[in-house]
């Protein structure tokens, strides 16, 4: 039996917190975003994703469809901005500045941005271009 969308997605991220390889879960999330392609937060976990696994041009690509379905998501547009980072591209000072204001308007949102780039940096403990995005949004 097929799994529902959302049952995939659900497993796809529990697997993610347990810590499965991205080696794993990169075609369970593309198998959802190919099912739902409007779902702007499987863009955004796909895009995380292939970040982790050194894959920017896939994570742009991904992060661009996430930012367009939803230009609200603060994940979504720090993602794009570190597929920008790490393609050396220009113009990623808007996402970022953007990703600011909705962090700062939404404290729950601003948790989940801080949890998300410590789980990051654990995973790839040496990410440079990560570093360089939390020291701009949390300059503290």
């Known amino acids: 039996m097929t799994q529902t969308v959302e049952s995939l997605f659900d497993t796809g991220l529990e697997r993610y917190k347990a810590g499965e390889s991205v080696d794993e879960l990169i075609p369970v999330f593309q198998e959802v975003c190919d099912r739902a392609p409007k779902s702007s937060s499987a863009w955004t976990c796909l895009a995380w994703l292939y970040l982790i696994?050194?894959?920017?041009?896939?994570?742009?690509?991904?992060?661009?469809?996430?930012?367009?379905?939803?230009?609200?998501d603060a994940q979504a547009r720090i993602n794009l901005a570190l597929?920008?980072?790490?393609?050396?591209?220009?113009?990623l000072r808007e996402h970022i500045d953007f990703a600011q204001q909705l962090i700062f308007v939404n404290p729950e949102w601003r948790d989940d941005i801080k949890t998300s780039i410590e789980d990051g940096l654990s995973r790839k403990?040496?990410?440079?271009?990560?570093?360089?995005?939390?020291?701009?949004?949390?300059?503290e």
Do not use: I, R, T
């Open 53 to 72: 696994d050194n894959k920017p041009n896939s994570a742009h690509k991904a992060a661009q469809k996430a930012v367009k379905l939803n230009p609200q």
């Open 83 to 91: 597929a920008m980072l790490e393609k050396g591209e220009k113009g």
């Open 125 to 139: 403990p040496d990410w440079q271009s990560l570093l360089k995005v939390k020291s701009w949004l949390f300059p």
